[in-house]
């Protein structure tokens, strides 16, 4: 019997709608004026821009992990993402979009879950390991993405195993090994 998801996922933001005493829409958030708009992603803008110089000076505090860093060294790529996000951002500042279609609740919501979910991977990296974290981390997400267990579980154990060997064997950069021991 097969599922119909387009149904489940109608009556889940239902259940959210009633339960959160949000209006009945299509979906979609409600549509505002051009100036509003502007302001709004000047505004984001400037949350975003302040964001990515938070994040470019953090990036100067790290140290060498204790399981090592590669040739390049620790700072190098998280820097590198903060001032293509602060350019982003400066996009945003200065070339607000004039009519931004802004995401539905239930996207709002799964960018949240999974922003969480990968905030909870960082935190179990070093003391389990990127091969339990990998793997936890993809099976959270799968389930929540209506993903069939029949296929995520073996996917999820193989990409992080795949992830892991050519990380540590053949890029010569070392994951944490956590309780698995690692490569």
Do not use: H
Request: glycine share 8%; with cysteine; charged share 15%.
């Amino acid at each position: 019997m097969a599922r119909d998801s387009g149904t489940q996922r109608r009556r889940w933001l239902a259940g959210l709608q009633r339960r959160f005493r949000l209006p009945e829409t299509d979906g979609s958030l409600p549509s505002r004026s051009v100036a509003e708009s502007r302001v709004s992603d000047r505004v984001l803008g400037l949350i975003c821009l302040a964001l990515a110089f938070w994040y470019v000076a953090e990036t100067r505090n790290f140290q060498i992990t204790q399981f090592g860093s590669g040739p390049v060294g620790p700072k190098t790529m998280p820097t590198l993402v903060g001032i293509l996000f602060a350019g982003l951002a400066l996009v945003l500042l200065v070339k607000p979009d004039p009519s931004p279609r802004w995401p539905s609740f239930a996207v709002a919501w799964r960018l949240t879950v999974v922003t969480g979910v990968s905030f909870l991977f960082g935190q179990l990296l070093e003391p389990v390991g990127f091969i339990i974290a990998a793997v936890a981390m993809s099976i959270i997400i799968g389930i929540f993405f209506d993903a069939p267990l029949v296929k995520l579980v073996p996917l999820s154990i193989a990409f992080a195993v795949v992830l892991a060997f050519v990380f540590n064997n053949w890029l010569e950069l070392r994951l944490p090994p956590g309780w698995w021991g690692g490569f």
